[in-house]
T-cell receptor
Framework: EDKVVQSPLSLVVHEGDTVTLNCSYEVTNFRSLLWYKQEKKAPTFLFMLTSSGIEKKSGRLSSILDKKELFSILNITATQTGDSAVYLCALYNNNDMRFGAGTRLTVKP | DTGVSQDPRHKITKRGQNVTFRCDPISEHNRLYWYRQTLGQGPEFLTYFQNEAQLEKSRLLSDRFSAERPKGSFSTLEIQRTEQGDSAMYLC????????????FGPGTRLTVT
């Protein structure tokens, strides 16, 4: 069965720290891997990755996909309290989107 | 507001009752998705529509769940004979066309079955 596994499940850091969130998967023939940020309500889109080895960046956030080793990472540098959220990884495969359980990040002042 | 909207935002119902939720996607978005999310888990895909056609429904949780998108615009998700295990957040998302994998989520409907 297809699996999307995120680690760690939760993480507590202090402002200014750098964090790396992991997403590993066992999914065949997926089209893209997406990262979402979920605060109190609906997930909001961060990145979409389709090609291996190409880093996507947006401000302090960056992400990369490794299709050979079947994982992706999401990096956040110089974390801020506003980065506190659940970060979700999802695999899009034709007709559905399969999410991991998420990593809950807490950034303390 | 041009985002995805869902109604109601909260629903409390007694076990055995039927409930219906509505989702209005972003205007002109062809694809519409329904998900269920329980505490501590990521969203779980239920079904999706391309315009008015329901292209995937095998992941609906049971035959008590059904969804429609009659005119290719808004969609409804119905749960018949609700059970306490149906308590969850029900999320709707839309995307502009088949080639776009980026989905925009609505605020969700939180269902509590007592």
């Amino acid at each position: 069965e297809d699996k999307v596994v995120q680690s760690p499940l939760s993480l507590v850091v202090h402002e200014g720290d750098t964090v790396t969130l992991n997403c590993s998967y066992e999914v065949t023939n997926f089209r893209s891997l997406l990262w979402y940020k979920q605060e109190k309500k609906a997930p909001t889109f961060l990145f979409m990755l389709t090609s291996s080895g190409i880093e996507k960046k947006s401000g302090r956030l960056s992400s990369i996909l490794d299709k050979k080793e079947l994982f992706s990472i999401l990096n956040i540098t110089a974390t801020q309290t506003g980065d506190s959220a659940v970060y979700l990884c999802a695999l899009y495969n034709n007709n559905d989107m399969r999410f991991g359980a998420g990593t809950r990040l807490t950034v303390k002042p | 507001d041009t985002g995805v909207s869902q109604d109601p935002r909260h629903k409390i119902t007694k076990r055995g009752q039927n409930v219906t939720f509505r989702c209005d996607p972003i205007s002109e978005h062809n694809r519409l998705y329904w998900y269920r999310q329980t505490l501590g888990q990521g969203p779980e895909f239920l079904t999706y529509f391309q315009n008015e056609a329901q292209l995937e429904k095998s992941r609906l949780l049971s035959d008590r769940f059904s969804a429609e998108r009659p005119k290719g615009s808004f969609s409804t998700l119905e749960i018949q004979r609700t059970e306490q295990g149906d308590s969850a957040m029900y999320l709707c998302a839309s995307s502009p066309h088949q080639g776009s994998y980026e989905q925009y989520f609505g605020p969700g409907t939180r269902l509590t079955v007592t």
